[in-house]
């Protein structure tokens, strides 16, 4: 089986976050974006009592994974699985609370990596992005059959694209000529479409549509949105709770997530709060933590990353 390099992001701060709540005897956490398994096997290293439930829509990560963590057998559940299905399959393996969430969002390493996956826009490869890659529509299928507003509008809102629409225009224009098929020639129309002022700053003019597109392709704000609150109901007292996201979108789902349990409705000059009010929720992070100089030099791929976390301290009125 081919090796993939991997760093896992914020390592050590993810795991002295969770260290509280997933050190004691019988802890589980749930590793909802498992990939290659390299914060699960650290976790598993350092928390000799932990039992992990890795999630991934991906077979071949999770194929990986078993691999990499064959030494830990009767430790690891491996489930495939789209991470919003957080309530299912916990019901089924008899689990009815979690002591640790760890959600690291976005691509993996291996699936950048590896060009036929069709994630990378520095790679000439097929346009598939899809993360189960055994079903569903691939970014090929997006572009050639989206009419142009809609286009548009996953550029604007998905990649945060100033120039959404001259993108969009320029595809439905090249579509009629070919359908496209492969990540060089959206790449090619994609930079053409852009204003050369603009295409010489800020690395390859390609980048936000292929997160525009990965976005749209694997449904990953919907899915985070519903994944988040059950990841929350899940939680044990006492449990925490840490997401690694990489751009404002995915942060803005996590930080309303954490808000709702975290904030009282209570007028400030009340005496006192109702137990029905009170938070049940405590911000670990008062705002999403980005890494350090040192954290990205050892890992370029956390330049862009965001830490929350949270510990349930109460029931959900």
């Not at 598993?44 to 990499?68: I, K, Q, Y």
Request: include cysteine.
């Amino acid at each position: 089986m081919t090796a993939y390099s991997h760093v896992p992001v914020l390592e050590q701060r993810c795991l002295d976050l969770l260290a509280p709540a997933i050190s004691h005897d019988g802890a589980i956490m749930v590793d909802a974006t498992l990939g290659l398994g390299g914060h699960t096997e650290s976790a598993l290293e350092r928390f000799p009592h932990l039992r992990v439930v890795g999630f991934d829509r991906d077979t071949e990560a999770l194929n990986h994974s078993r691999e990499r963590l064959s030494r830990f057998a009767g430790r690891v559940d491996f489930v495939h699985s789209v991470y919003d299905r957080i309530e299912e399959e916990l019901a089924a393996l008899n689990i009815a609370e979690v002591h640790g969430f760890l959600f690291d969002l976005g691509v993996s390493s291996m699936q950048l990596d590896k060009a036929e996956r069709g994630f990378a826009y520095s790679q000439t490869a097929p346009l598939d992005m899809r993360m189960n890659a055994t079903t569903g529509r691939t970014a090929a299928d997006v572009v050639n059959t989206y009419d142009e507003r809609d286009l548009a509008r996953i550029l604007r809102v998905y990649g945060e694209e100033r120039f959404a629409s001259r993108v969009a225009k320029a595809i439905v224009r090249e579509r009629e000529i070919q359908p496209f098929s492969t990540s060089d020639r959206l790449v090619a129309v994609v930079r053409d479409a852009i204003p050369a002022a603009t295409r010489r700053t800020g690395g390859n003019p390609a980048k936000r549509t292929f997160q525009a597109l990965r976005i749209e392709v694997n449904d990953e704000l919907s899915v985070l949105e519903r994944a988040i609150p059950a990841a929350l109901d899940a939680l044990a007292v006492g449990g925490r709770i840490v997401v690694l996201s990489y751009h404002s979108l995915e942060d803005r789902i996590v930080k309303n997530a954490f808000r709702v349990g975290s904030e009282t409705t209570t007028p400030v000059d009340m005496p006192f709060i109702p137990d029905s009010d009170k938070p049940w929720l405590e911000l670990l992070t008062r705002s999403s933590q980005g890494a350090t100089e040192e954290e990205i030099e050892a890992n370029p791929r956390s330049a862009s990353v965001r830490l929350r976390a949270a510990e349930r301290i109460g029931v959900a009125a």
